[in-house]
T-cell receptor, first 117, second 113 residues
């Protein structure tokens, strides 16, 4: 009954290190998303995935890598962390993008607070 | 390009009063969806209400309703009979492709007892 979970919830790392944030959903939703939230910017889309093995860039993809080998998992990797990547990261999922002209809501995980020193 | 504007950075409201949170949007697409989310101090993002651009009636979900004025490109959230637990950040967002949500900067609502 977990829904969508993220791990770790808090992470401190150093500049230049590789960091992977995990996201797991139990709803079998087709779509999954990664957002970052910074003060004054609302949420910004980093990457999204429409299905397993299908991923695409969002608004701010530079410095991030994603993969989706299984429907339920969507890890986000910072290959070489920078201070500007200090942020709160949210994973989200939705059933589909649209259905019958209706846009489906996205359900969010609890977030990961990442600090890059 | 789509854009969401939330002009109220912060609001103070007396408990039990109704609250209107403003949201204006800009899009050239005839088909789109509008969403409101709540983010309490604990940090999670909670979906509140959805309005489709072709929906004839304003959306309602319990104490939440959406005042949708399509010609003015306005989608204000109305919370009736506010409660202390309504204190949170509120975000308006728009999607026209079914995947990317474009978000406003949010409104911080504080309910006073």
């Amino acid at each position: 009954d977990a829904g969508i979970t993220q791990s770790p919830r808090y992470k401190i790392t150093e500049t230049g290190r590789q960091v992977t944030l995990m996201c797991h959903q139990t709803w079998s939703h087709s779509y999954m998303f990664w957002y970052r939230q910074d003060l004054g910017h609302g949420l910004r889309l980093i990457y999204y995935s429409a299905a397993a093995d299908i991923t695409d860039k969002g608004e701010v993809p530079d410095g991030y890598v994603v993969s989706r080998s299984k429907t339920e998992n969507f890890p986000l990797t910072l290959e070489s962390a920078t201070r500007s990547q200090t942020s709160v990261y949210f994973c989200a999922s939705s059933r589909t993008g649209t259905s019958g002209g209706t846009y489906n809501e996205q359900f969010f995980g609890p977030g990961t607070r990442l600090t890059v020193l | 390009a789509q854009k969401i504007t939330q002009t109220q950075p912060g609001m103070f409201v007396q408990e039990k009063e109704a609250v209107t949170l403003d949201c204006t949007y800009d899009t050239s697409d005839p088909s789109y969806g509008l969403f409101w989310y709540k983010q309490p101090s604990s940090g999670e993002m909670i979906f509140l209400i959805y309005q489709g651009s072709y929906d004839q009636q304003n959306a309602t979900e319990g104490r939440y309703s959406l005042n949708f004025q399509k010609a003015r490109k306005s989608a204000n959230l109305v919370i009736s009979a506010s409660q202390l637990g309504d204190s949170a950040m509120y975000f308006c967002a728009i999607s026209n492709d079914g995947y990317q949500l474009i978000w406003g900067a949010g409104t911080k609502l504080i309910i006073k007892p």
